[in-house]
């Protein structure tokens, strides 16, 4: 199956410093890459949608200027949560999706846990 | 707005069956996921619904009727592993995924 990489799997920072977030699809292009946010015992919440090459469209209450995302290739995107802050503490998911239908399977990242102190 | 309910816990027995529900209202409807969870690690891919009746994909088997906004995943013969969070997910008009909270199942030997 499809396989799609996180790196870091987990990252204690600083409050105010910017932490970096990449994701890969290894062994397929990802024309489509989604950016989720899960805490603790709640379901996972769609922060934004990137497609290669263009900006991505980020969900109602989702600050894009904290929340950087860049998806530069069909293999990688990268999440920078920008001066962060205790309350950003979180799992943070990625998933992608090959071809051009919606209704192709996402494939999910294993998650980056960051810790803000 | 649009919702997906399903149980926050559910309990059950090492080698029994368990049957988990999702009811879901949305803006449309393109076919309804069930995804495994176990504790911090992402989601994993277990069955898509989009036509009325029951998959089945060995231990597992999931149901949907669309006209009563309707789910069920099946867990057969259940074995300690099974133990984790099921996510009900609908694809909506807009392609969007919408997640329920999950469902923890803790099974007991």
């Known amino acids: 199956g499809a396989v799609v990489s996180q790196h870091p799997s987990w990252v204690i920072c600083k409050s105010g410093t910017s932490v970096k977030i990449e994701c890969r699809s290894l062994?397929?292009?990802?024309?489509?890459m989604f950016w989720y946010r899960q805490f603790p015992k709640q379901s996972l919440m769609l922060m934004a949608t990137s497609n290669e090459g263009s900006k991505a469209t980020y969900e109602q209450g989702v600050e894009k200027d904290k929340f950087l995302i860049n998806h530069a290739s069909l293999t990688l995107s990268t999440l920078t949560v920008t001066s962060a802050h205790p309350e950003d503490s979180s799992f943070y998911i990625c998933?992608?999706?090959?071809?051009?239908?919606?209704?192709?399977?996402?494939?999910f990242g294993p998650g980056t846990r960051l810790t803000v102190l | 707005g649009q919702n997906i309910d399903q149980p926050t816990e559910m309990t059950a027995t090492e080698g029994a069956i368990v049957q988990i529900n999702c009811t879901y209202q949305t803006s449309g409807f393109n076919g309804l996921f069930w995804y495994q969870q176990h504790a911090g690690e992402a989601p994993t891919f277990l069955s898509y619904n989009v036509l009325d009746g029951l998959e089945e994909k060995g231990r597992f088997s999931s149901f949907l009727s669309r006209s009563k906004g309707y789910s069920y995943l099946l867990l057969k013969e259940l074995q300690m592993k099974d133990s984790a969070s099921y996510l009900c997910?609908?694809?909506?008009?807009?392609?969007?995924?919408?997640w329920g909270a999950g469902t923890k199942l803790i099974i007991k030997p």
């Open positions: 998933s992608a999706r090959s071809g051009t239908s919606e209704l192709n399977e996402q494939f």
């Open positions: 062994d397929f292009q990802a024309t489509t």
């Open positions: 997910a609908v694809m909506d008009s807009n392609y969007q995924l919408i």
